[in-house]
Every structure is written in structure tokens, then in C-alpha cells.
């Protein structure tokens, strides 16, 4: 595709379900990058692949959260027992390369609203 | 590690220029600046590769000091198409991770 896309753009969660958050990055990108995006603050790391390898996930908040992407190019975020903090944007980001955003910008998607009620 | 930026918000005049700062506590091999507007994704500014350079797009341009760790945005004579929150995202040198600052929000009036 033409960028980066979400889906679905808005989800509402009842407390306790679970929640599944897709990101098509751009065909050829390696590197995927997962982000928490707060009201008024900035895009808080979540995790990283390269191709389908999970090299970070160091900024998941708890075992709540799963990301995968099994073949390399589409990714999942899974977040399970959703509770109201985890109310956010969720942006997704590819990045051309094995360096990635070492030295190329990443493309963003537009995000998915998750509100948790 | 979380990049510092200052300052949180500016209120411009069009015509009028900006600084954003961006620092980092550690070495950094790369500094990204993106934009972003209510509502939509951020999008991409420019990069600043380890080596000092400085990089141009129009009347916004950027400088990357990589020995004090830190670098800057400038906007000049800016327009009303300027507002949005300015993101630093900073990758460092043993990593490939790429991490936001809080943003500095500016708005440009009339």
C-alpha cells in the first residue's frame, strides 16, 4: 500500500474484554515499531520487529500486552483483560532497512483510538 | 531514555520565528523531528545523522550537535500551517529504537 495502515481506527472496549489492533506497514519495510500515544503527550515505545523477529519489548506496561508479526510484514497488537488506563491512541511506525530509524525516517499510520469503558 | 524538549508551547505570530530543543542524556547517532496535527499521525520532518550536519527544508531547518547530545528545530517566518505538536524522536548509539520527547506544542496566529 501507499502508507501505513490501521485498523481499526476506533475501538471501544468493554473493562475486561480483549482487544486485537492491526498494522500493515509499507510492502519492503523491516523494522515496525508499536507506540502508546496518550492524550497530549508523545508516542510512548511499546516494542520493535525486525522482519518477524521481536527484538524489543521492553516498553510493553505488563503481560497484558502481545505484539506479533509471524510473517514478517502484518502485525497484531493484542491486549487482553483490557483495563481503562490502557485507553490511548496505539500508532504504528515501519521503517525502511535493517538499520531502521537508525537512519531513515519511519512512517507512521494514523493510529487506533482504543477508549476502555 | 526519554529525550528533553523545550519548550512545552509557543504562541507565535505569523511572520515571527521558533527554537525547539531537543536533548538526550545519552550519545546519540541519529535525531528525527516530526509534526503532528490534532488528530492525525505524525508525520515526517527531516533526520539528522551523527556528524554535526544541518538540514534545510524550506524555512524549516535543524541543527544536530551530537557532543552536547542535543539539537534544534527553527522555524522561520512561520506560517499558520505551523501549528501542530513538534516531536523530537532521538535513536542512540548502541540501538536501533527510535524514542519520543513530550513535544512542544506551537501554535501560529494571524
Known amino acids: 500500500g501507499a502508507g501505513v495502515s490501521q485498523s481499526p481506527r476506533y475501538k471501544v472496549a468493554k473493562r475486561g474484554q480483549d482487544v486485537a489492533l492491526r498494522c500493515d506497514p509499507i510492502?519492503?519495510?523491516?523494522?515496525l515499531f508499536w507506540y502508546q500515544q496518550a492524550l497530549g503527550q508523545g508516542p510512548e515505545f511499546l516494542t520493535y520487529?525486525?522482519?518477524?523477529?521481536?527484538?524489543?519489548k521492553s516498553g510493553l506496561p505488563s503481560d497484558r500486552f502481545f505484539a506479533e508479526r509471524p510473517e514478517g510484514s502484518v502485525s497484531t497488537l493484542k491486549i487482553q483483560r483490557t483495563q481503562q488506563e490502557d485507553s490511548a491512541v496505539y500508532l504504528c511506525a515501519s521503517s525502511l532497512g535493517l538499520t531502521g530509524p537508525r537512519s531513515t525516517e519511519a512512517f507512521f499510520g494514523q493510529g487506533t483510538r482504543l477508549t476502555v469503558v | 531514555q526519554q529525550p528533553v524538549q523545550s519548550p512545552q508551547a509557543v504562541i507565535l505570530r505569523e511572520g515571527e520565528d521558533a527554537v525547539i530543543n531537543c536533548s538526550s542524556s545519552k550519545a546519540l547517532y541519529s535525531v528525527h523531528w516530526y509534526r503532528q496535527k490534532h488528530g492525525e499521525a505524525p508525520v515526517f520532518l527531516m533526520i539528522?545523522?551523527?556528524?554535526?550536519e544541518q538540514k534545510g527544508h524550506e524555512k524549516i531547518s535543524a541543527s544536530f550537535n551530537e557532543k552536547k547530545q542535543q539539537s534544534s528545530l527553527y522555524l522561520t517566518a512561520s506560517q499558520l500551517s505551523y501549528s501542530g505538536t513538534y516531536f523530537c524522536g532521538t535513536v542512540h548509539n548502541a540501538g536501533n529504537m527510535l524514542t519520543f520527547g513530550g513535544g512542544t506544542r506551537l501554535m501560529v496566529k494571524p
Open positions: 510492502s519492503g519495510h523491516v523494522s
Open positions: 539528522l545523522l551523527k556528524g554535526g
Open positions: 520487529f525486525q522482519n518477524e523477529a521481536q527484538l524489543d
